[in-house]
C-alpha cells in the first residue's frame, strides 16, 4: 500500500482525537491508585502482557493464519483496553474505579508492549520480509500518537474541569464516528483479503475475543479477587482498542500493511456483541452495588 495522503493525515488525527478524549476521562488520582489496589492492577497487566499474547500466538498458530493475519493479530492482543470497557464494567456491575486505573496504566504500558510484541511477531511470522518492524524511530511516533494526546486531555481536565466534562460526550460522539470510518477503511483497503479469509478469521477473532474475555474474568476470581474486580478486568482485557491496531497496521509512517489491519476490524465489531453477553451472565444473581467513586 502506498503512502496515501488520507490516511497519513486522517489516521494520526483520528487515533489523536480518540486518545485525547481518554486522557479527558483520567486524573493522576488515577494511577495514584494503582499503590491502593496494587494486587488487582499486577493480576490484569500479568493476563494483558503475558497471558493474552501467548493465547493468541496459539490461535494464529493453530489456525495456520497467514503471516500478514498472524502479526494483525498479535498487535490486536499487544492493545490496550479502552473506555468502552468502562462504560461495559458499569452495566455489569464491575469495578469502574478500577477500569478507570487499569486504562490509564495500560495506555502507558503500550508504548513499551506493543511495539515488542510486534517486533517478536514479525520477526516470527515475516522474517526476511518487506515488512520493517517498529524500529526505535516509529516507536516514538507509536509515543506521539498514543500517549501524548492523553496526556493533553489530562491537563485540559486538570486546568479546566468543567470544559472537559462538557467536551467528553461530543468527543465521545466524534470517537465512535471515527472508529466506524476505521473499520470500513481497513476492510475496504483490502477487500480480497477480507473475502478469503473472512471465515477463518472471525473464527479466530471470536475465540480470542472469549479467550480475552475468560481469562480477565476466571484468573482474577482464581486469585482470590473480589467479583467486580473480576468483571472489571474481564472487560478490560476482553474490549481491546481496535482502533489502535488499525491505526498502527494501516498508518504509512508506521508498519503500512492494509491485510494487518483486518483482525483488529474484525474483532472491534465481535466484541461489542460478546461483551455484552459476557456482562449479562456474569451480572446474573449478583445483587446490585454501587461502583467505587473516582
Keep these: 500500500m ?4 488520507l490516511l497519513t493525515i486522517f489516521l494520526p488525527l483520528a487515533l489523536g482525537i480518540i486518545m485525547l478524549g481518554l486522557g479527558l476521562s483520567l486524573t ?5 491508585r494503582v499503590a491502593q489496589q496494587p494486587r488487582a492492577v499486577l493480576i490484569a497487566l500479568s493476563c494483558q502482557t503475558l497471558l493474552l499474547p501467548l493465547v493468541c500466538f496459539a490461535l494464529v498458530k493453530g489456525f495456520a493464519l497467514a503471516p500478514a493475519l498472524a502479526v ?12 468502552t470497557a468502562n462504560l461495559y464494567s458499569h452495566l455489569a456491575g ?5 477500569n478507570v486505573t487499569l486504562t490509564a496504566v495500560n495506555s502507558l504500558l503500550a508504548v513499551l508492549t506493543l511495539p515488542l510484541i510486534v517486533n517478536l511477531a514479525l520477526a516470527h511470522f515475516m522474517g526476511g520480509g518487506d515488512t520493517l518492524p517498529l524500529q526505535f524511530g516509529k516507536v516514538m511516533q507509536v509515543f506521539a500518537i498514543v500517549l501524548v494526546p492523553v496526556l493533553i486531555g489530562m491537563a485540559i481536565r486538570a486546568h479546566f474541569p468543567v470544559f472537559a466534562q462538557r467536551m467528553q460526550k461530543p468527543v465521545k460522539i466524534a470517537s465512535a464516528l471515527f472508529l466506524l470510518i476505521i473499520i470500513v477503511a481497513a476492510m475496504v483497503t483490502d477487500w480480497d483479503t477480507l473475502v478469503e479469509y473472512a471465515p477463518v478469521l472471525g473464527l479466530v477473532a471470536l475465540l ?16 482470590g479477587l473480589p467479583k467486580r474486580q473480576a468483571i472489571a478486568i474481564g472487560m478490560e482485557i476482553g474490549i481491546h482498542n481496535g482502533t489502535l491496531a488499525i491505526a498502527v497496521a494501516l498508518s504509512p509512517l508506521l508498519l503500512d500493511n492494509a491485510t494487518m489491519s483486518i483482525p ?3 474483532y472491534s465489531i465481535v466484541m461489542f456483541f460478546t461483551a455484552a453477553a459476557f456482562g449479562w451472565m456474569v451480572s446474573r444473581g449478583s445483587p ?4 467505587a467513586s473516582r
Design 2 to 5: 502506498t503512502a496515501q495522503p
Design 72 to 83: 494483525g493479530m498479535l498487535l490486536l492482543a499487544a492493545s490496550p483496553g479502552g473506555t
Design 264 to 266: 483488529a476490524a474484525i
Design 28 to 32: 493522576l488520582a488515577d494511577f495514584r
Design 208 to 223: 480470542f475475543n472469549l479467550a480475552s474475555l475468560a481469562v480477565g474474568y476466571f484468573v482474577p476470581l482464581w486469585s
Design 94 to 98: 464491575g469495578d469502574v474505579a478500577l
Design 288 to 291: 446490585e452495588r454501587s461502583d
